[in-house]
């Protein structure tokens, strides 16, 4: 009689990795049309939400904007630089 050892297979989905947008403070956008921006580009995210992000950003110099995967990460980044805010992305550690 032999005894097979059977492999396990890991059964458990390894989540993606999660991407930050970060939005940068800057001189020449005013604030009422970086909260505009903020409500057309991230869906979900309500005025209250915008404002604060948007306030963040004045006050430190850089916000969180959302964490989400590294595709719409990357076309949230990329459409708030189309409508000329100064945004960067990095891996959410």
């Known amino acids: 009689m032999s005894v097979e050892t059977l492999e396990k297979r890991s059964t458990s989905r390894?989540?993606?990795?999660?991407y930050?947008?970060?939005?940068?403070?800057?001189?020449?956008?005013?604030?009422?049309?970086?909260v505009q921006?903020?409500?057309?580009?991230?869906?979900?995210l309500t005025q209250p939400q915008a404002v604060s992000v948007m306030m963040e950003?004045?006050?430190?110099?850089?916000?969180?904007v959302i964490t989400c995967a590294f595709e719409h990460a990357e076309?949230?980044?990329e459409t708030l630089k189309?409508?000329?805010?100064t945004s960067t992305i990095?891996?959410?550690e």
Not at 37 to 44: D, E, G, I, S
Not at 82 to 85: A, E
């Open 57 to 64: 950003a004045h006050t430190n110099g850089i916000a969180l």
């Open 14 to 18: 390894k989540l993606a990795p999660k």
């Open 82 to 85: 189309m409508h000329g805010l």
């Open 37 to 44: 921006v903020l409500l057309q580009t991230v869906p979900n």
């Open 20 to 34: 930050r947008v970060l939005l940068h403070n800057d001189d020449f956008n005013p604030m009422e049309h970086v």
């Open 75 to 77: 076309f949230y980044c």
């Open 90 to 92: 990095e891996p959410d």
